[in-house]
Nanobody
Framework: QVRPVDSGGGLVQTGGSLRLSCTAPRFIFEISAMGWFRQGPEKERAFVAGIRRNGGTKEYADSVKGRFSISRDNSQYTVYLQMDNLTPEDAGVYFC????????????????WGEGTLVTVSS
């Protein structure tokens, strides 16, 4: 299994919270920055958040700053996305992926995408 496995999506009301998880193969996770991406209805997949390999640097899309938090557990090869104060604009399929650095994550030109996890936010 080379592709990441995303989970944790679901249906939540506006203002609610969800925590997404993504597990990647060890040989990828250990050397990579990790990121989360969102693809909304009829939209392209876009960068949401990224975290460096050592967890020391985190970056976010402007639309989620102050509401979302990315973290990683290097012992479990897992990256998380805590999403608070959700709005309908946050809905979509969320994917994680790996890259050498956050700048590459932001460009989003990556391979080995997983199936993603669906987030639905009711108004």
């Amino acid at each position: 299994q080379v592709r990441p496995v995303d989970s944790g999506g679901g249906l939540v009301q506006t203002g609610g919270s969800l925590r997404l998880s993504c597990t990647a193969p060890r040989f990828i996770f250990e050397i990579s920055a990790m990121g989360w991406f969102r693809q909304g209805p009829e939209k392209e997949r876009a960068f949401v958040a990224g975290i460096r390999r050592n967890g020391g640097t985190k970056e976010y899309a402007d639309s989620v700053k102050g509401r979302f938090s990315i973290s990683r557990d290097n012992s479990q090869y897992t990256v998380y996305l805590q999403m608070d104060n959700l709005t309908p604009e946050d809905a979509g399929v969320y994917f994680c992926n790996a890259a050498p650095d956050i700048a590459t994550l932001r460009r989003g030109v990556l391979s080995n995408w997983g199936e993603g996890t669906l987030v639905t936010v009711s108004s």
